[in-house]
């Protein structure tokens, strides 16, 4: 069974950084895709980031040159780099690996932006 596990999530004031983790059980070029996703209360999960197995790249525009994805294929691992937060980045954020048909998601990680 696939697992992937988000960390790194916080309080923080505007215009601070944070950088989320996803942790994932097995070979992260096992998956067509890694991506970063966020979702609100009584909103709908909402695409923030991903990247591909050959290493392409897209953001969501509201956060296109604040937000960097990166990884770490020694370990299975898909960092999620945000800065100069906003209060509106607040929400929980889940990280998913898909293949063929299939999602796999994490739990999720806080991230609330307050002053």
């Known amino acids: 069974q696939v697992?992937?596990?988000?960390?790194g999530g916080g309080f923080v004031q505007p215009g601070e950084s944070l950088k989320l983790s996803c942790k994932v059980s097995e070979?992260?070029?096992n998956f067509n895709a890694i991506h970063w996703h966020r979702q609100t209360p009584?909103?709908?999960?909402?695409?923030?980031a991903s990247i591909n197995v050959g290493g392409r790249i897209n953001y969501a525009a509201?956060?296109?040159?604040?937000?960097?994805?990166?990884?770490?294929?020694?370990?299975n691992t898909v960092y999620l780099q945000m800065n100069s937060l906003k209060p509106e980045d607040s929400a929980v954020y889940y990280c998913k690996a898909n293949i063929l048909s299939r999602d796999y998601?994490?739990?999720?990680?806080q991230v609330t932006v307050s002053s």
Not at 62 to 75: L, W
């Open 42 to 48: 009584g909103k709908a999960r909402d695409f923030v």
């Open 3 to 7: 697992q992937l596990v988000e960390s």
């Open 27 to 29: 070979n992260i070029f």
């Open 105 to 109: 998601w994490g739990q999720g990680t």
């Open 62 to 75: 509201s956060v296109r040159g604040r937000f960097t994805i990166s990884r770490d294929s020694a370990k």
